[in-house]
């Protein structure tokens, strides 16, 4: 498929976060005039954004906000060819503490990006979570896996992404829904297990860990951005839900092993 934003403008919620900020630079490179919406701060934060070269920072239109804010949203998709919707509150444990704050930003927040949607007649990339199938009840885990809402988090997201599912059904909204799975790579939060894997490895004598026989498919970043890229371009994607991930999956002790590993080898290196 050839990837042309070309003169596009396109919306990013969620534009300082770790799969997004990357989207917001991956967009640019490909011609898009990008509109980055972020959660308003005292300090006007712009998240991962600020790691991006200036250039791409200069180029970008900073619009800050809060997706519970309908007017918010509605003036933010004015003219978009694309709503790319990452943003959400996700942490899990943050949703046990704090359910009402996750369900409104998550649901509600998603109910305003499609009213949005309907408003302008844009096309929409909704951004799910692996973490809607539960625990997994049959591997590999596709599409049609059961929906099990585990904690307040996986509950918001599947409501989600069921309202995307009816606004596509019922008001012909053009929405695609992707499910990332476990994506690494640069910018990601140092809490997240190869993060933390690797400082452990580099810090200390020993690791410690939960569960190693948990087993999950880690995705790098750039190829998760492409998909959400694909989805936004695919005209047969529309109506549809995309599990976004690698393919293959990998125990935590295997990938304990592969990081010490590697580490391993670039010590050997770096010696004289």
Known sequence: MTLNFENKQELVTGAGGFIGS?????????????????RYTSQ??????????????????????????TDAVQCAAQDVDIIFHLGALISIP???????????????????????????????????????????????IDEGHPLQGQSPYSASK?????????????????????????????????RAVIPTIITQALTRDEIHLGNLDARRDFTYLSDTVDGFIRAGLADEAVGETINLGYGEDISIGELVNLVVALVLSLIHISEP
């Not at 006007?44 to 970008?60: H, I, V």
């Open 22 to 38: 990357e989207l917001v630079k991956q967009l640019q490179l490909q011609g898009a005039q990008v509109r980055a919406f972020l």
């Open 44 to 69: 006007a934060e712009k998240g991962l954004l600020k790691y991006l070269t200036q250039s791409t920072q200069d180029a970008l239109e900073l619009v800050f906000g809060d997706l519970r804010d």
């Open 94 to 140: 943050y949703s046990y503490v704090h359910p009402v704050e996750v369900v409104q930003s998550n649901v509600i927040g998603t109910l305003n990006v499609l009213q949005a949607c309907r408003a302008v007649g844009c096309r929409l990339v909704h951004t799910s979570t692996s973490e809607v199938y539960g625990t997994a009840q049959v591997v590999p």
């Open 158 to 190: 599947i409501g989600a992404d069921k309202l995307v599912e009816s606004y596509y059904r019922a008001f012909d909204v053009k929405a695609v829904t992707v499910r990332p799975f476990n994506t690494y790579g640069p910018g990601q939060s140092a």
